[in-house]
């Protein structure tokens, strides 16, 4: 975007957000797919041991060690399954800030909500990020996701009908 003829803050442009999201620590992981599946088994393998910790702990579980190992298995999963939903609630955001005709802005910081409506070009410009470069990305996290919540929610079946 040209700072002439655009009126929306450096910060707030779509694009600008883009490169900002895509270069962030945490929001960069989905395009790599080692990257991103290295941090989120290593974060199920810490969250398993201190679900380990925690279920050890409990009277329901002292007499069965089985149960406790399957409850802290599945439940641990909770927290690769909240970044995959944190990573795609950030990356769906600038999607549709990318696909819109129009900019929503704040030029002051008091909640002055202005809306700047992109030129064609632009618009054609930043829909084709979007397709190219954001929407894999969502797609690929979307994939992860279910997939977690499904072992999760296999994992909820398999305990409920397991009779030790």
């Not at 802290?72 to 970044?83: D, E, M, N, Q, R």
């Not at 909500?113 to 930043?126: D, N």
Request: hydrophobic share 45%.
């Amino acid at each position: 975007m040209s700072n002439s003829k655009c009126p929306v803050p450096k910060e707030q442009q779509p694009t600008n957000e883009y490169l900002e999201l895509a270069n962030s620590m945490l929001f960069s992981l989905p395009k790599s797919n080692k990257k991103y599946t290295f941090v989120l088994i290593s974060t199920w393998v810490v969250f398993f041991l201190i679900f380990l910790i925690i279920s050890s702990g409990s009277v329901y579980f002292s007499e069965n060690n089985f149960k406790y190992i399957i409850i802290s298995f599945f439940s641990s999963l909770s927290a690769p399954l909240l970044i995959s939903i944190r990573l795609f609630l950030g990356w769906n955001h600038i999607y549709k800030r990318l696909i819109s005709e129009k900019v929503e802005y704040e030029e002051s910081g008091w909640y002055d909500g202005q809306i700047w409506i992109k030129p064609l070009q632009l618009k054609e410009k930043e829909s084709l990020i979007a397709s190219l470069e954001v929407k894999p990305i969502l797609k690929k996290i979307s994939q992860i996701t279910s997939i977690i919540f499904s072992i999760i929610l296999l994992g909820i079946l398999f305990f409920q009908n397991i009779n030790i």
